[in-house]
């Protein structure tokens, strides 16, 4: 099955600086790599996507990056504010028998220092 | 309003005791899940829906069952929760068949004593 590995754990980036989070996956069949936010207590939300048939897309102050050949996909946030301070998990997702099998990484804790 | 509903919110119960956690979504969507989020550990899929009546396991589901009679509802059942079960729990739906993002349900924080 997809395994997914997430670098790094923790994150900690001054006020304004860029924050960049890295995600591997092994299944070169998986063609869809969403972002999902997860303030505390709250419910993970998705901040990007990105199709395996795009190298990059934006969104405002967010990025991601998708490298097919070496099958890894970076979140790049630019002029970090303190609000941007969560836990981030990437996500590769397979379609298996019509339907979608979605491996998660394990997250990263990024502190916005004010 | 688009959502997906999971209760209770927190539970403490004792090893053994049968419990069932709720998931409703109102957003008619054919794929649901349940996941389980443990520090350093993401989020794992126990067991996932692709339609009624249509259930597969993840890849944590032992110690759990679900169910799907209905397309908006997808309990989790824990017939006899043990301690290691104690963790924090989503529900999420999606399209499915699209590459689409998952919906999560606000959580369930479980403690099995």
């Known amino acids: 099955g997809e395994n997914v590995e997430q670098h790094p754990s923790t994150l900690s980036v001054q006020e304004g600086d860029s924050a960049v989070i890295k995600c591997t996956y092994s299944?070169?069949?998986?063609?869809?790599f969403p972002w999902y936010k997860q303030e505390l207590g709250k419910r993970p939300q998705l901040i990007i996507d990105?199709?395996?048939?795009?190298g990059e897309k934006k969104d405002q102050r967010i990025a991601v990056t998708l490298n097919k050949t070496a099958k890894h996909f970076s979140l790049h946030i630019t002029e970090t504010q303190p609000e941007d301070s969560a836990v981030y998990f990437c996500?590769?997702?397979?379609?298996?028998?019509?339907?979608?099998?979605?491996?998660f990484g394990t997250g990263t804790k990024l502190q916005v220092i004010p | 309003e688009a959502q997906v509903t999971q209760n209770p919110r927190y539970l403490i119960t004792v090893t053994g005791k049968k419990l069932t956690v709720t998931c409703s979504q109102n957003?008619?969507?054919?794929?649901m899940s349940w996941y389980r989020q443990d520090p350093g550990l993401g989020l794992r899929q126990i067991y996932y829906?692709?339609?009624?009546?249509?259930?597969d396991k993840g890849d944590v589901p032992e110690g759990y069952k679900v169910s799907r009679k209905e397309k908006r509802n997808f309990p989790l059942i824990l017939e006899s929760p043990s301690p290691n079960q104690t963790s924090l729990y989503f529900c999420?739906?999606?399209?499915?068949?699209?590459?689409?993002?998952?919906?999560f349900g606000q959580g369930t924080r479980l403690t099995v004593v």
């Open positions: 829906s692709m339609n009624v009546e249509v259930t």
């Open positions: 996500a590769a997702t397979l379609n298996s028998g019509g339907y979608q099998k979605v491996t």
């Open positions: 999420a739906s999606s399209k499915g068949h699209l590459n689409t993002e998952a919906f």
């Open positions: 990105i199709r395996s048939n795009v």
């Open positions: 957003m008619n969507h054919e794929y």
């Open positions: 299944d070169s069949a998986s063609n869809y």
